[in-house]
T-cell receptor, first 115, second 112 residues
Framework: DTGVSQNPRHKITKRGQNVTFRCDPI?????LYWYRQTLGQGPEFLTY????????KSRLLSDRFSAERPKGSFSTLEIQRTEQGDSAMYLC?????????????FGPGTRLTVL | GENVEQHPSTLSVQEGDSAVIKCTYS??????FPWYKQELGKRPQLIID?????GEKKDQRIAVTLNKTAKHFSLHITETQPEDSAVYFC???????????FGQGTTLQVKP
């Protein structure tokens, strides 16, 4: 499967714990995006990378959230000191070029449940 | 701030009828407007998009129109089929920021 992949697919954690998610984009895609989606809502932009550079980060994003794409390939999203409000589907998407007009291909998501 | 409003939140039509979903955006710098379809339990998939220098675009039974002056754009699906049933999201994107802002979604139900 050459699409975007995300791991794990499901994560259950206790409040206060740290979690890390991984996204593997389509090979050689330059841009990688992270979104959060809650039930009945559209994807909410979190951050994006162009190669290894993090170019934009949502102002709504707490400093408990951090993302990396160290070699310009896979990316990780870490949430520290999780809260129940962090429960959501975390989606990753990648696009081939360096423009907003390039199609974003989404991964299957990681569903986080914070107890 | 950046915002995309989408209406209606739910839409039910008979098979063969047309469906229209409308979105408005607030960021004047937005220049790219994709539409995504998300089936239950699946990832969003792009179905059509339009750039700000174009007023209308069609792809078989799907069309999108853009009114930059009014800051609104619409998705039109003709001859709807049961497999069109899904949640549809509009989004607005800006080359300045590189980010897509999604609407809240419209759940479309096509009754056989």
């Amino acid at each position: 499967d050459t699409g975007v992949s995300q791991n794990p697919r499901h994560k259950i954690t206790k409040r206060g714990q740290n979690v890390t998610f991984r996204c593997d984009p389509i090979s050689e895609h330059n841009r990688l995006y992270w979104y959060r989606q809650t039930l009945g809502q559209g994807p909410e932009f979190l951050t994006y990378f162009q190669n290894e550079a993090q170019l934009e980060k949502s102002r709504l994003l707490s400093d408990r959230f951090s993302a990396e794409r160290p070699k310009g390939s896979f990316s990780t999203l870490e949430i520290q000191r999780t809260e129940q409000g962090d429960s959501a589907m975390y989606l990753c998407a990648s696009s081939p070029g360096t423009s907003i007009t390039d199609t974003q291909y989404f991964g299957p998501g990681t569903r986080l449940t914070v107890l | 701030g950046e915002n995309v409003e989408q209406h209606p939140s739910t839409l039910s039509v008979q098979e063969g009828d047309s469906a229209v979903i409308k979105c408005t955006y607030s960021d004047s710098a937005s220049n790219y407007f994709p539409w995504y379809k998300q089936e239950l339990g699946k990832r969003p998939q792009l179905i059509i998009d339009i750039r700000s220098n174009v007023g209308e675009k069609k792809d078989q039974r799907i069309a999108v129109t853009l009114n930059k002056t009014a800051k609104h754009f619409s998705l039109h699906i003709t001859e709807t089929q049961p497999e069109d049933s899904a949640v549809y999201f509009c989004a607005g994107g800006s080359s300045n920021t590189g980010k897509l802002i999604f609407g809240q979604g419209t759940t479309l139900q096509v009754k056989p």
